[in-house]
């Protein structure tokens, strides 16, 4: 068992032994509560620092009036001195008294502060646990089912909608069907035109390889270009 266990089970038994009592014998007074101790220890920790500052002055004016006096007059300097040694333990006293106090002090913020926290982790425990106690998983379950229909019939209808309206044709068969429209415009252009040229049936002359002049050449090239030329304009 844990000593936060025992602690909460010695307090509920010393509550119901009181209220058994409270019949029998006059109610107890009740002890403070953790904020008027802290309050208390708080105002000793002040009352002390303030002793302690007395003390302090106090010890110097000792120290003063032993500088004063000096050799000449002993026994009022030895004097000073004596009472500065009962001022000295009287402050060491008190530090010692005062470090107790600030210990306590924080150990018994400490235990307020967790004992406040476990209080408010059993009020949450307790909302949690009825928050649980009025669900139902089968209930849960239902409705996530529910939800993901609904997803998939949003999904239907979003898939509906993107599909193009009235018939459909095949992609193929119209670029097939823009081919033969070309190619019919390019045979109407040649009738237009009065076809191809005719091909020359007689036979050229025949030139010996090696002994074709530059004249030739160019002749043949200037040709070529002319025939380029007229089938461009046909295209067109």
């Known amino acids: 068992m844990s000593k936060i266990t025992k602690f909460f089970k010695g307090s509920s038994s010393s509550g119901s032994s009181s209220s058994g009592g409270k019949s029998k014998h006059h109610r107890s007074k009740a ?10 220890l708080r105002e000793t920790e002040d009352m002390l620092s303030k002793k302690q500052d007395y003390l302090e002055k106090r010890i110097e004016q000792e120290i003063m009036i032993a500088k004063k006096h000096g050799t000449r007059n002993k026994r009022a300097a030895l004097q000073a001195l004596k009472r500065k040694k009962r001022l000295e333990q009287q402050l060491t006293q008190i530090d010692g008294t005062l470090s107790t106090i600030e210990f306590q002090r924080e150990a018994l913020e400490n235990s307020h502060t967790n004992t406040e926290v476990v209080r408010n982790m ?5 909302a949690m646990k009825q928050v649980h ?12 089912e529910d939800i993901n229909e609904q997803q998939d019939v949003a999904r239907e209808i979003n898939e509906a909608i993107s599909r193009p309206y009235g018939e459909t044709y095949d992609e193929d068969d119209l670029l097939a069907e823009l081919e033969e429209l070309e190619q019919e415009g390019l045979d109407e252009n040649l ?12 036979r050229l002359p025949s030139v010996p390889s090696g002994r074709v002049s530059h004249r030739g050449t160019a002749r043949r090239r200037a040709e070529d270009e002319d025939d380029m030329r007229m089938l461009a304009s046909w295209g067109s």
């Open 191 to 202: 009738k237009s035109m009065g076809g191809l040229p005719s091909v020359p049936s007689a």
């Open 31 to 40: 002890g403070p509560s953790p904020q008027e101790a802290i309050y208390k």
């Open 133 to 144: 106690e009025s669900m139902d998983l089968n209930k849960i379950d239902d409705l996530m």
């Open 122 to 126: 059993g009020f949450a425990a307790q």
